[in-house]
């Protein structure tokens, strides 16, 4: 089947499934390409019904592949992706995207460290526990929710303890700003697409790290570099489609980890230079990268906006869509530091965009109480 598309040409229409813990963002792609989309996601907001045309939700990680046999007997797919937290299905399903070997390699933070060094590209140093102040961060595990800064053998033990004592790493403290780039790549070669500025959550020791959201394109004089920089990590990486990798933009430009799938940047990239980084993401595993990298047309941001505390969402928001996404059902309960919905800004700056944004903020607030 999948043969049959590349001989007909890239604009065949495909079934194809996404799984992941959050697929909304890779299924409108997927839908605005032209293609039948299905989707295992744990959320199955209210919008992802609006690209879909089938979906199965899990509550557990684990219960990914179950759900995933369960769409396959359903409808017949002719391709898969992947996105974070089911990195790991290319070993039981054929996947669009790096292989399922090769993306648990770049799933690990030590061995992402290894990788960086041997390439010398500047990363964090790892320090010897007992140094501090310091950077302590889970092997494994997306979204940067778990990262904290330790300032003592206090702090460190305390992490242990609350995270069940993982297998960590521990870097240097550097400072910057949270970044990242989109590439494509075909397993030798790699394109950037797009920088971000990434927003993380910061309000709160308990998550400060954790993504929440991103701003498209991130203009500075560290832009080139780490462009430089992506591409010659992306194509050493060997993995295919999108990668994103992840920096700290400071006085110098730190590598911090490698995201061998859809990126949770995606919207803000798309917004921001007009593409369809589904199909580009289909192209580039079939060998074939853009002849140049996009302009920018405009400034996007995107922001996530999370549950102060617990509350019960009763008005439906889909009205305020296209300002919003991942829009939850009426009477959805959310728990407090949980996320809520996406809200967006635009424009032909950057203030302009963040000006929008904090309009839509407090446009939403009003409609959640």
């Not at 089938?54 to 046999?69: H, K, M, N, S």
């Not at 308990?206 to 194509?235: D, H, L, N, V, W």
């Not at 993401?281 to 990268?289: I, Q, S, T």
């Not at 009205?319 to 949980?338: M, N, R, S, Y």
Request: charged share 25%.
């Amino acid at each position: 089947s999948i043969q049959e598309q590349e001989d007909n040409g890239r604009t065949m229409r495909m079934r194809v499934l996404v799984a992941g813990f959050s697929t909304r963002h890779v299924a409108r792609s997927a839908s605005n390409a032209g293609h039948a989309v299905y989707a295992v996601d744990h959320f199955c907001d209210q919008d992802l019904s609006w690209y879909t045309r089938d979906a199965i939700r899990f509550e557990e990680l684990a219960d990914i592949l179950p759900a995933v046999e369960e769409m396959c007997s359903r409808h017949a797919i002719d391709l898969a992706v992947v996105t974070s937290g089911a990195e790991s299905l290319g070993a039981d399903l054929e996947v669009c995207g790096t292989s399922a070997e090769l993306a648990s390699e770049f799933l690990d933070k030590l061995k992402i460290q290894h990788f960086f060094e041997n390439l010398d590209v500047p990363t964090p140093r790892l320090v010897p526990e007992g140094t501090y102040p310091a950077m302590v961060k889970p092997r494994t595990g997306a979204g940067g929710w778990r990262n904290r800064v330790v300032y003592s053998t206090e702090d460190l033990d305390l992490w242990n303890e609350t995270f069940e004592h993982p297998p960590s790493i521990i870097q240097e403290l550097v400072g910057g700003v949270p970044s990242s780039v989109c590439c494509l790549a075909d397993g030798t070669r790699a394109m950037a697409v797009a920088v971000n500025e990434q927003i993380l959550r910061g309000e709160e020791e308990a998550c400060a790290f954790g993504f929440a959201g991103s701003i498209t394109p991130y203009i500075t004089g560290q832009t080139e570099t780490m462009i430089r920089y992506a591409e010659k990590i992306a194509a050493e990486s060997g993995c295919r489609g999108t990668v994103g990798i992840d920096f700290m933009a400071g006085d110098e430009v730190r590598a911090i980890e490698i995201n061998p799938r859809f990126q949770a940047t995606l919207d803000t990239v798309e917004m921001s230079t007009g593409w369809n980084l589904f199909s580009r993401h289909v192209d580039a595993c079939r060998g074939r990268l853009p002849g140049a990298r996009p302009s920018s047309v405009q400034f996007a941001v995107r922001s996530i906006l999370f549950a102060e505390k617990d509350m019960v969402i009763e008005k439906d928001l889909r009205c305020l869509h296209p300002a919003v996404a991942d829009i939850p059902w009426p009477k959805t309960p959310f728990e407090a530091g949980h996320a809520i919905i996406s809200v967006y800004g635009w424009g032909r700056s950057r203030s302009e965009a963040l000006s929008m944004l904090d309009k839509h903020n407090r446009l939403v607030r009003q409609y959640i109480g």
